[in-house]
């Protein structure tokens, strides 16, 4: 039975991520075609924290006052559905952009999915089992890109859309047979309380570092480097593949980053060399644009950055709240570093359309590097 609930788990999160994520290295480059400006496109990109940004404190909180998490990973699949269904059907940008952000809705219910899995473990097996979730997250993320990059170079940009809606259709159907915890302690919050949960030390210094940290990774990996690798000369197979070595070695970031790396270094020291790390690859985008040897090396390099940055930050979230509280905490979590998946793109449009794509992941390496000596110096054990 162990084994059981834990591979319907892992096949659900594998689809659900493989259908959000198969259209993310043509979604810039598609939207330049049907017509989007620069500062259109960062809407797009960013609608997608936005809507997340909106839901997943009150997902979190609905969460831990009912006990139940299973509906809204099935809800979460549904709503995935009808947003590949849509950017499918429809080539217009401002539909592109209500349903890329119908598709951050539905990653808002990831929140239920990650609290639901950490309690198929022991307590002490937090950073474990949070590992093991982002792994599943990573690997749908790696599949998805990887075939999406192949598919569309065969068959088109809208080709990656039926790959979308088709995968979350066959998450919704196994989604009903993930396991939930009937005997589930509840806990009746108030908003007083939740906000209390959110200002917590624990909880609030995570929250912000990973603000900028997805500002900074939804501004260049998932925003514009498709654009620059365009331009300078990637194909759209080769695009995917940039995605694919970023993810590839994200997944090996999120194993060796409360393993290899925790009995060395305390928090703070591994979150810094995250940060430093997704620094070097945005120092080398811009250049690398026209190598795609050299690109894939700077973005494998990211990768792991950010694979160590946000599972430490998950699972030091996960392991200092207590019991009936975990799901708001990731909820508030999940939900403010949503702002910088919206804000970082939207500035980052200005930026580019005032001064170059150069400046503006100038901007993007000097961020990441004063976050990495913020974490060295403030962010204790």
């Given at each position: 039975m162990y084994k059981f609930r834990n591979i319907i788990m892992n096949i659900t999160v594998i689809l659900f991520w493989i259908s959000l994520y198969v259209y993310v290295p043509i979604l810039t480059p598609y939207s330049q075609d049907i017509g989007a400006g620069v500062q259109l496109i960062g809407m797009i990109i960013g609608s997608y924290g936005f809507t997340q940004m909106l839901v997943r404190i009150p997902i979190g909180v609905i969460c831990d006052r009912t006990g139940k998490k299973k509906n809204f990973v099935i809800i979460g699949c549904a709503l995935l559905f009808l947003s590949g269904l849509g950017l499918y059907l429809f080539k217009n940008p401002i539909l592109v952009l209500v349903f890329r952000g119908l598709g951050g809705v539905a990653a808002g219910t990831w929140v239920s999915f990650t609290v639901l899995y950490t309690e198929y473990f022991k307590e002490d097996q937090s950073a474990s089992s949070m590992g093991n979730i982002l792994a599943c997250n990573s690997f749908g993320?790696?599949?998805?890109?990887?075939?999406?990059?192949?598919?569309?170079?065969?068959?088109?940009?809208?080709?990656?859309?039926?790959?979308?809606?088709?995968?979350?259709?066959?998450?919704?159907?196994?989604?009903?047979?993930?396991?939930?915890?009937?005997?589930?302690?509840?806990?009746?919050?108030?908003?007083?309380?939740?906000?209390?949960?959110?200002?917590?030390?624990?909880?609030?210094?995570?929250?912000?570092?990973?603000?900028?940290?997805?500002?900074?990774?939804?501004?260049?990996?998932?925003?514009?480097?498709?654009?620059?690798?365009?331009?300078?000369?990637?194909?759209?197979?080769?695009?995917?593949?940039?995605?694919?070595?970023?993810?590839?070695?994200?997944?090996?970031?999120?194993?060796?980053?409360?393993?290899?790396?925790?009995?060395?270094?305390?928090?703070?020291?591994?979150?810094?060399?995250?940060?430093?790390?997704?620094?070097?690859?945005?120092?080398?985008?811009?250049?690398?644009?026209?190598?795609?040897?050299?690109?894939?090396?700077?973005h494998a390099i990211g990768g792991c950055g950010y694979g160590i940055a946000i599972s430490l930050l998950m699972s030091y979230i996960v392991s200092e709240t207590e019991k009936g509280k975990k799901t708001i905490a990731m909820g508030f979590f999940q939900s403010i570093y949503g702002i910088g998946m919206f804000v970082g793109p939207v500035i980052s449009g200005y930026f580019i359309n005032w001064f170059s794509y150069g400046f503006n992941y100038m901007i993007l390496t000097l961020l990441a590097l004063i976050c990495a000596t913020y974490s060295f110096l403030f962010v204790k054990s």
């Open positions: 993320n790696l599949l998805g890109v990887f075939f999406g990059g192949v598919i569309s170079q065969s068959y088109g940009y809208a080709s990656t859309f039926i790959v979308a809606f088709i995968t979350a259709g066959l998450a919704f159907i196994i989604s009903f047979f993930v396991y939930e915890n009937p005997n589930y302690i509840k806990s009746d919050v108030s908003t007083k309380e939740v906000i209390n949960i959110g200002l917590n030390k624990n909880v609030l210094i995570p929250s912000v570092l990973a603000i900028f940290m997805q500002a900074i990774i939804f501004s260049s990996m998932f925003g514009y480097s498709p654009a620059v690798n365009k331009l300078g000369g990637m194909t759209s197979f080769q695009l995917g593949l940039v995605s694919t070595f970023f993810l590839i070695t994200k997944i090996g970031g999120s194993k060796i980053s409360g393993v290899q790396l925790g009995a060395k270094y305390g928090f703070g020291k591994r979150i810094s060399i995250g940060f430093t790390l997704i620094g070097i690859m945005t120092m080398f985008t811009v250049m690398s644009s026209s190598n795609p040897i050299f690109s894939y090396l700077v």
